[in-house]
């Protein structure tokens, strides 16, 4: 799963949450135009400043099939208080689990 964050300062000091939590978050997208093979063999018309911004401020957060909902919550809590947004409770993240599980969601 990938977020786009609003600068570049902002996505290392996600990283840089994420690291003090023991949760991997990487940067990973080299835009094509910038990448050896790109450089080499594609054409570039116009400016390409979105695509490389967004190159720029993308980060990946962990998913994979067996995540548990304690595994979600340690995520979205890292990336709420990177953000300096309000903690969501445990629960509000188990209960949609639970409701996922039974296909309520």
Not at 10 to 30: A, K, N, P
Not at 57 to 64: A, H, M
Not at 85 to 105: C, E, L, Q, T, Y
Request: hydrophobic share 45%; proline share 5%.
């Amino acid at each position: 799963f990938w977020v786009c964050l609003d600068s570049i300062e902002q996505r290392e000091h996600v990283q840089q949450i994420f690291i003090g939590h023991h949760i991997d978050c990487y940067t990973h997208y080299l835009p094509l135009h910038m990448a050896p093979a790109g450089q080499k063999f594609a054409r570039v018309s116009g400016s390409m400043e979105v695509t490389e911004f967004v190159g720029a401020t993308l980060v990946r957060l962990p998913i994979w099939p067996a995540m548990t909902w304690q595994h979600v919550h340690k995520v979205v809590a890292a990336m709420r208080e990177a953000l300096n947004v309000k903690p969501i409770k445990a629960n509000v993240i188990r209960d949609f689990f639970k409701g996922s599980m039974n296909g309520a969601h």
